[in-house]
């Protein structure tokens, strides 16, 4: 089973979303602006991920430079408590697959937690060739 935390107006998941279809997987689609997000939730995608809040904060068309979160000294404590009120704070798109899970940033990077690669070629909704490499 593949999971996406996504974002449908962020134009990197939904080009991981398509791939992701087009590697033909019927992901479940979580919706976390809507959905928002758990403590337990966001600490298990970390460390599943290898991310700290820190490291997956949203730093841009967020507010956290505005809430403080781009401080040196702010804890990673902090930063989770504010994604839990805030959940755009946290980066998007994070895909769980039986590979791993992965914050999926750029859209490539979703090919590192799937089995199946889509059809070469593959174009993104932007119009750019999707380089599979050496991994279709």
């Not at 033909?24 to 602006?33: K, N």
């Not at 730093?59 to 994604?83: F, R, W, Y």
């Not at 009120?85 to 590192?112: D, Q």
């Amino acid at each position: 089973m593949i999971v996406i935390h996504h974002n449908p107006d962020c134009a990197t998941s939904r080009n991981v979303l398509g791939i992701i279809r087009a590697s033909g997987y019927d992901p479940v689609v979580i919706e976390y602006l809507k959905e928002g997000w758990t403590k337990p939730q966001l600490l298990a995608l970390f460390a599943a991920a290898d991310l700290t809040p820190k490291t997956a904060l949203r730093t841009t068309k967020s507010p956290a430079k505005e809430l403080g979160l781009l401080e040196e000294n702010v804890d990673e404590e902090e930063i989770l408590a504010q994604m839990l009120e805030h959940p755009v704070l946290v980066n998007r798109p994070i895909v769980c697959s039986p590979k791993g899970v992965k914050l999926c940033r750029p859209s490539e990077a979703v090919l590192e937690v799937l089995e199946s690669k889509p059809a070469s070629p593959y174009y993104k909704e932007d119009g750019d060739l999707l380089d599979l490499g050496d991994k279709s």
